[in-house]
């Protein structure tokens, strides 16, 4: 590594994961430990090196290291406008408050995307078309380039580029706003003039009746009713002047007038007259208002087509600016932090580890550059790096969240076990190429993280295809290919002219669905396990999670024995019957497996309770047995509701299957006439069987295999220059 310019007394403490397997640092000092423990950590440090390949095997994470640079203050922007280059760069998330420099063109910032966000929520501008949109309308996106030398020349230019938009903008929403309050007005004006050319009411006449006291108003609609209880010796006439409002004409006696005005003062409401910038006469008056009505619905329409205009001509640039503006506001946000020196800047952060020369190279020569090579840190960012097939399969993964970077991403087993769940579930080659073809459309038509939807839907198709083949139906439909198959499974059987399922060959389904869902649970069990020695929980690793696998195990084998028995348990070390699939001799297999459990039991049970108790004394050895036991307990009620739930696979299956010999008994009955039933019905089979059968899988990836080894409460690598969708920034060099 290049030497760095002294700029004070900076301490680079290096720290190897090979090292610290061994020993523990405490107070400055080496602490030496038992020679019992110290066995016991070298051996889990051999079983940890055979499951990691050498200590070197990322399992679908990429290994990252600590990451410092220190940089004179005058060329932060400079050393910001390379590492957005770079990109792969996370930089470490900091407590302290902005940069002086930064805070005024942070909130300007702000202030901006507060206005672009206004703008687009009043424009109803689609941020992002929904997958509806994309799949069947017109949706392309093209990204708009914005190049720029810094970041200030950044900032000026989103600064100058939004300015005249969102005037322009304004503008029109103003001329909008204000002519629709007029109209709001005017209208209410025009329907009360109208109201009273009807019933030929002069307000000026009316008022000059001697004995009578004659009152038009306009009240709400609601207050109608208790009006007219409030003057029960009146004569209220009402008609409807708008939707929420009414005209009405109260005449009463005119000794009666000091009452009828309290009862309207009471209700806010006052005796209409023509407004005085409007002739009294009412014709003339009610003309005036028709003219200025249709003129300013006129310039409202006006006004609505120049934001049309704007949302279709500028829509997409608004949207662009206003992507470019939170990517500089987080880039200024993270990079932007004080660093407690006055004259230098300190960055912290996390490349990949494939990275460092590069980035040595490249930064090395004018900064300081550092690194930190300690390997397990739980507060460091995770990067995943599968490839391919099995990278569409994380968003299962997520679901749960994101592996911590010293965590295990099962994201490859998700990719195995989630198709062959899919594809027994949902065997059918037809509905499966139909579901992958789909797949494929949707591959093409969406953008951004729905692809890696659509390519998930592809290969759960294709996996259902391959299961139809086997099994050998299309649509429901016994298939027969010109080319000789092993039938696997024969499923239904057809007596004369009804069909059934050969339960035999149900049965043969269900012991292989248990066989998988074994499986799964000892690689689940084998994972939680790895966890354990990876975090240096060696007692818990052996005292614990080993024996909790030879249990399952050997409990299996035990189960083995006893259908092999015939379900005797006094015959189970005497029988000469086979073991199911093994073919050994009950009598010789049954001791192994009850061996082998009960050892495992006991493990359990005193395996804890004689290291922490008697020979660590960190806790009551009648205690640890207890909490051993209930563990041993809570392990066989696992074992069996966890294995039991892979049965589901197939009676989802079997569902399926019912399912389309029931719509298939239309074509039998009614032959080509049948077509638009069988079709419909089809579509509808695997809109409902495909969500539950995705549900299902999901379900027994969530609750029977994550549970046993993933938290999934790691951080998610950001790299500094982020995907977008609608922009890029370009720094000219």
Same mark, same amino acid.
């Given at each position: 590594?290049?030497?760095?310019?002294?700029?004070?007394?900076?301490?680079?403490?290096?720290?190897?994961?090979?090292?610290?397997?061994?020993?523990?640092?405490?107070?400055?000092?080496?602490?030496?430990?038992?020679?019992?423990?110290?066995?016991?950590?070298?051996?889990?440090?051999?079983?940890?090196?055979?499951?990691?390949?050498?200590?070197?095997?990322?399992?679908?994470?990429?290994?990252?290291?600590?990451?410092?640079?220190?940089?004179?203050?005058?060329?932060?922007?400079?050393?910001?406008?390379?590492?957005?280059?770079?990109?792969?760069?996370?930089?470490?998330?900091?407590?302290?408050?902005?940069?002086?420099?930064?805070?005024?063109?942070?909130?300007?910032?702000?202030?901006?995307?507060?206005?672009?966000?206004?703008?687009?929520?009043?424009?109803?501008?689609?941020?992002?078309?929904?997958?509806?949109?994309?799949?069947?309308?017109?949706?392309?996106?093209?990204?708009?380039?914005?190049?720029?030398?810094?970041?200030?020349?950044?900032?000026?230019?989103?600064?100058?580029?939004?300015?005249?938009?969102?005037?322009?903008?304004?503008?029109?929403?103003?001329?909008?706003?204000?002519?629709?309050?007029?109209?709001?007005?005017?209208?209410?004006?025009?329907?009360?003039?109208?109201?009273?050319?009807?019933?030929?009411?002069?307000?000026?006449?009316?008022?000059?009746?001697?004995?009578?006291?004659?009152?038009?108003?306009?009240?709400?609609?609601?207050?109608?009713?208790?009006?007219?209880?409030?003057?029960?010796?009146?004569?209220?006439?009402?008609?409807?002047?708008?939707?929420?409002?009414?005209?009405?004409?109260?005449?009463?006696?005119?000794?009666?007038?000091?009452?009828?005005?309290?009862?309207?003062?009471?209700?806010?409401?006052?005796?209409?007259?023509?407004?005085?910038?409007?002739?009294?006469?009412?014709?003339?008056?009610?003309?005036?208002?028709?003219?200025?009505?249709?003129?300013?619905?006129?310039?409202?329409?006006?006004?609505?087509?120049?934001?049309?205009?704007?949302?279709?001509?500028?829509?997409?640039?608004?949207?662009?600016?206003?992507?470019?503006?939170?990517?500089?506001?987080?880039?200024?946000?993270?990079?932007?932090?004080?660093?407690?020196?006055?004259?230098?800047?300190?960055?912290?952060?996390?490349?990949?580890?494939?990275?460092?020369?590069?980035?040595?190279?490249?930064?090395?020569?004018?900064?300081?550059?550092?690194?930190?090579?300690?390997?397990?840190?739980?507060?460091?960012?995770?990067?995943?790096?599968?490839?391919?097939?099995?990278?569409?399969?994380?968003?299962?993964?997520?679901?749960?969240?994101?592996?911590?970077?010293?965590?295990?991403?099962?994201?490859?087993?998700?990719?195995?076990?989630?198709?062959?769940?899919?594809?027994?579930?949902?065997?059918?080659?037809?509905?499966?190429?139909?579901?992958?073809?789909?797949?494929?459309?949707?591959?093409?038509?969406?953008?951004?993280?729905?692809?890696?939807?659509?390519?998930?839907?592809?290969?759960?198709?294709?996996?259902?295809?391959?299961?139809?083949?086997?099994?050998?139906?299309?649509?429901?439909?016994?298939?027969?290919?010109?080319?000789?198959?092993?039938?696997?499974?024969?499923?239904?059987?057809?007596?004369?002219?009804?069909?059934?399922?050969?339960?035999?060959?149900?049965?043969?389904?269900?012991?292989?669905?248990?066989?998988?869902?074994?499986?799964?649970?000892?690689?689940?069990?084998?994972?939680?396990?790895?966890?354990?020695?990876?975090?240096?929980?060696?007692?818990?690793?052996?005292?614990?999670?080993?024996?909790?696998?030879?249990?399952?195990?050997?409990?299996?084998?035990?189960?083995?024995?006893?259908?092999?028995?015939?379900?005797?348990?006094?015959?189970?070390?005497?029988?000469?019957?086979?073991?199911?699939?093994?073919?050994?001799?009950?009598? @010789?297999?049954? #001791? %192994?497996? &009850?061996? /082998?459990?009960?050892?495992? !039991?006991?493990?359990?049970? =005193?395996?804890?309770? $004689?290291?922490?108790?008697?020979?660590?004394?960190?806790?009551?050895?009648?205690?640890?047995?207890?909490?051993?036991?209930?563990?041993?307990?809570?392990?066989?009620?696992?074992?069996?509701?966890?294995?039991?739930?892979?049965?589901?696979?197939?009676?989802?299956?079997?569902?399926?299957?019912?399912?389309?010999?029931?719509?298939?008994?239309?074509?039998?009955?009614?032959?080509? @006439?049948?077509? #638009? %039933?069988? &079709?419909? /019905?089809?579509?509808?089979? !695997?809109?409902?069987?495909? =969500?539950?059968?995705? $549900?299902?899988?999901?379900?027994?990836?969530?609750?029977?295999?994550?549970?046993?080894?993933?938290?999934?409460?790691?951080?998610?690598?950001?790299?500094?220059?982020?995907?977008?969708?609608?922009?890029?920034?370009?720094?000219?060099?």
């Amino acid at each position: 590594m290049n030497e760095a310019p002294e700029w004070g007394k900076l301490i680079i403490v290096s720290r190897s994961i090979n090292s610290t397997i061994f020993t523990d640092m405490s107070n400055g000092g080496i602490i030496e430990d038992s020679y019992f423990h110290y066995k016991m950590r070298l051996y889990c440090a051999i079983i940890l090196t055979i499951l990691e390949g050498q200590g070197r095997s990322s399992l679908g994470l990429t290994e990252l290291v600590k990451t410092i640079v220190i940089v004179p203050e005058y060329k932060i922007t400079e050393v910001i406008r390379e590492l957005y280059d770079f990109e792969w760069f996370h930089v470490e998330e900091k407590e302290t408050g902005l940069d002086e420099k930064i805070v005024k063109v942070h909130d300007d910032l702000r202030k901006l995307g507060l206005e672009l966000d206004t703008l687009i929520s009043s424009l109803n501008i689609s941020v992002e078309a929904g997958i509806l949109v994309q799949l069947v309308g017109k949706y392309r996106v093209q990204k708009e380039k914005i190049e720029v030398e810094d970041v200030e020349d950044l900032v000026g230019k989103l600064e100058n580029d939004a300015e005249p938009l969102i005037r322009q903008a304004k503008d029109s929403m103003e001329i909008q706003r204000r002519n629709r309050e007029e109209l709001k007005q005017l209208e209410t004006l025009y329907s009360t003039l109208k109201t009273l050319l009807n019933f030929d009411i002069d307000p000026a006449r009316i008022q000059k009746l001697k004995r009578f006291y004659v009152v038009f108003t306009v009240a709400e609609a609601g207050a109608i009713n208790e009006i007219k209880r409030s003057l029960p010796a009146s004569y209220v006439i009402d008609a409807p002047v708008s939707k929420n409002l009414a005209g009405l004409l109260i005449v009463s006696m005119r000794e009666d007038e000091e009452k009828v005005d309290r009862v309207l003062r009471g209700f806010g409401i006052k005796p209409f007259t023509i407004p005085s910038d409007f002739p009294q006469d009412l014709n003339e008056a009610y003309n005036l208002v028709v003219e200025k009505k249709k003129r300013l619905e006129e310039e409202l329409k006006k006004a609505e087509e120049e934001l049309e205009k704007i949302k279709e001509e500028a829509g997409p640039r608004i949207v662009a600016l206003r992507e470019a503006v939170r990517v500089v506001e987080e880039l200024l946000d993270r990079l932007g932090r004080k660093s407690g020196l006055k004259r230098f800047r300190i960055i912290n952060g996390y490349i990949p580890r494939d990275m460092k020369k590069q980035f040595e190279s490249r930064f090395g020569e004018r900064y300081g550059v550092f690194f930190e090579e300690e390997k397990h840190e739980h507060h460091a960012p995770t990067l995943l790096n599968n490839k391919g097939v099995v990278k569409s399969f994380e968003n299962i993964t997520l679901i749960q969240g994101y592996p911590r970077n010293d965590e295990i991403d099962p994201t490859p087993f998700i990719a195995v076990f989630f198709s062959i769940f899919y594809g027994i579930m949902f065997a059918d080659l037809g509905q499966g190429l139909v579901l992958a073809l789909f797949g494929l459309y949707m591959y093409r038509r969406v953008k951004g993280s729905l692809r890696e939807w659509a390519k998930l839907l592809t290969i759960l198709g294709l996996s259902a295809a391959i299961a139809g083949f086997i099994i050998g139906e299309a649509f429901g439909f016994k298939i027969h290919f010109p080319f000789p198959k092993p039938e696997v499974l024969h499923l239904v059987e057809e007596h004369a002219e009804t069909t059934q399922f050969n339960m035999s060959e149900v049965l043969k389904l269900i012991q292989f669905t248990l066989f998988l869902g074994a499986t799964h649970l000892t690689i689940g069990y084998t994972l939680s396990f790895r966890k354990a020695l990876r975090h240096r929980e060696y007692v818990e690793a052996l005292t614990g999670k080993l024996p909790t696998i030879t249990m399952y195990l050997f409990g299996i084998l035990f189960a083995l024995c006893f259908f092999g028995a015939g379900g005797d348990m006094a015959t189970l070390t005497s029988s000469e019957n086979p073991v199911p699939y093994l073919g050994i001799p009950t009598k @010789t297999l049954a #001791p %192994i497996a &009850i061996g /082998g459990a009960v050892s495992s !039991m006991f493990i359990i049970i =005193l395996g804890r309770a $004689i290291i922490e108790g008697i020979i660590q004394k960190k806790g009551g050895i009648v205690g640890l047995m207890g909490g051993g036991l209930l563990e041993v307990l809570e392990n066989i009620i696992h074992f069996m509701s966890n294995s039991l739930s892979y049965v589901r696979i197939t009676v989802l299956f079997l569902v399926h299957t019912a399912l389309l010999m029931l719509l298939n008994a239309s074509w039998h009955a009614l032959g080509l @006439t049948s077509l #638009p %039933i069988l &079709i419909i /019905g089809n579509l509808g089979i !695997m809109a409902l069987e495909g =969500l539950m059968v995705f $549900i299902q899988s999901l379900r027994l990836h969530l609750y029977e295999f994550f549970t046993k080894f993933y938290e999934g409460v790691g951080t998610p690598f950001k790299k500094i220059k982020p995907d977008t969708s609608y922009v890029e920034i370009v720094f000219r060099k």
